[in-house]
């Protein structure tokens, strides 16, 4: 008879399902264990050929298809949230390219991690397969949808977080009066 673990060991809260189960060798209850903070997951905001949408787009897939470690690097720098710099991750990137000849395993490795932090669409293998057949697409796909989320690009991610709470803390004080003319 098949036990799945308890709530102690995987950390999910386990709940009991009545229902009769033929593949556990008659068990007549079946317990599992459900994920409690599943979100759906959602499309990108563009698609991998979106550059050809808007005019700023175009010109930064331009930059992206004659050097693709700058828009690597600013990308990186957002996902890792500043752990790597942009200078840093687009110097490997571009290290990788100089003497790999690419550097899609690295980016592709990125592109999972961004995948996962914002719930979107894809899996593993397809992340690699767009990268190693169309890495500029990829990059400027990425680059685009975290513009779309907000992102300033050239700030990186501490640019980003001190933009943020700047206006937070903008928004919620009232405006100084000016009491009159004078002279």
């Not at 010109?59 to 500043?82: L, Q, S």
């Not at 571009?94 to 550097?103: H, I, Q, R």
Request: with cysteine.
């Amino acid at each position: 008879m098949y036990q799945p673990p308890s709530a102690a060991t995987t950390g999910f809260p386990v709940s009991t399902n009545s229902t009769t189960s033929a593949a556990y060798s008659g068990a007549t209850t079946t317990e599992y264990a459900s994920h409690p903070l599943s979100k759906p997951l959602v499309e990108w905001s563009t698609g991998l050929c979106g550059c050809w949408s808007k005019w700023e787009q175009y010109e930064h897939c331009w930059w992206t298809f004659w050097c693709p470690c700058f828009t690597f690097g600013r990308v990186a720098a957002i996902i890792d949230k500043d752990s790597t710099s942009c200078c840093v991750s687009g110097s490997l990137y571009a290290l990788l390219c100089c003497v790999f000849g690419s550097g899609y395993l690295y980016s592709c490795c990125y592109r999972s991690k961004m995948r996962e932090q914002y719930g979107l669409k894809g899996n593993d293998c397809t992340d690699c397969m767009i990268h190693c057949c169309c890495e500029p697409c990829a990059l400027s796909q990425e680059y685009r949808e975290l513009q779309n989320r907000g992102f300033n690009m050239f700030t990186g991610w501490h640019g980003n977080v001190e933009q943020q709470t700047r206006g937070i803390a903008m928004a919620t004080t009232a405006p100084a009066a000016e009491s009159g003319m004078s002279r």
